[in-house]
């Protein structure tokens, strides 16, 4: 019987390669020569793809921006959390006894990591068609609704989420400048946490440079929480 029978069945999946399932649930701390930072790059370039062919073809009609909202709102460390403890992913990681000791298999970084990794190795072995349908699948059953009220946020309202949950504070938008004729003005819009500006954006609007703004600073501060 397979180590990893409890996460196959979570899937419906069984897994081919051993050594590759066994380096896609291995972090760092455990001290191996492998890790699953590779896999969890290459995971996070599938999810985004498969995310986002399923949101073009689930939301015929809308546009880019809706379709950009909604995967921003599943393609992100919390949304990759969400659907690792409904597989109970936590179990089947392989950390330190010191990484276990501080809620390593809880951890939303270390989850969301892991599920990455497992996804790339999914790929790697079976192909896009198959680890689409898990992944599909998965989503559809870690969700009550999904549609645009209940998956879709503005980039403002995910920015302020993540910044009180990893900086215990929100994030605040300055007006840099205002340019151009009245009838066609923009204006550019940045973005300060911690005294710090961490993007700037320009829009038709104030409205939508802030929103422009809040898309490029969740963007980066997510990139970095999964280094």
């Not at 809620?103 to 990591?113: E, F």
């Not at 500006?197 to 422009?212: D, F, H, L, M, P």
Request: net charge neutral; proline share 2%.
């Amino acid at each position: 019987m397979s180590k990893f029978k409890a996460l196959e069945n979570a899937l419906n999946y069984s897994f081919k390669n051993e050594n590759l399932i066994t380096e896609a649930l291995t972090h760092k701390s455990y001290k191996k020569p492998y890790n699953n930072e590779r896999l969890e790059f290459l995971g996070d370039a599938v999810l985004d793809l498969i995310v986002g062919e399923y949101l073009f073809k689930k939301f015929k009609n809308e546009d880019e921006g809706i379709l950009s909202k909604i995967r921003a709102s599943l393609v992100n460390e919390k949304g990759f959390t969400k659907l690792a403890q409904n597989i109970n992913l936590g179990d089947s990681i392989f950390i330190s006894l010191a990484e276990e000791n501080n809620g390593g298999r809880s951890k939303p970084s270390l989850l969301s990591n892991a599920f990455e990794a497992v996804i790339g190795a999914i790929y790697l072995e079976s192909g896009l068609v198959i680890t689409s349908k898990i992944v599909v699948e998965l989503i559809e059953k870690s969700y009550d609704n999904i549609d645009l009220n209940s998956l879709s946020k503005d980039f403002k309202t995910a920015l302020q989420e993540l910044t009180q949950a990893d900086y215990g504070e929100t994030p605040n938008y300055k007006m840099i400048r205002a340019f151009g004729p009245d009838h066609k003005k923009e204006f550019e819009i940045a973005v300060e946490l911690q005294n710090k500006i961490i993007s700037t954006a320009i829009g038709r609007s104030k409205k939508e440079a802030q929103q422009k703004a809040a898309n490029i600073a969740l963007k980066k501060l997510q990139g970095e929480s999964r280094e």
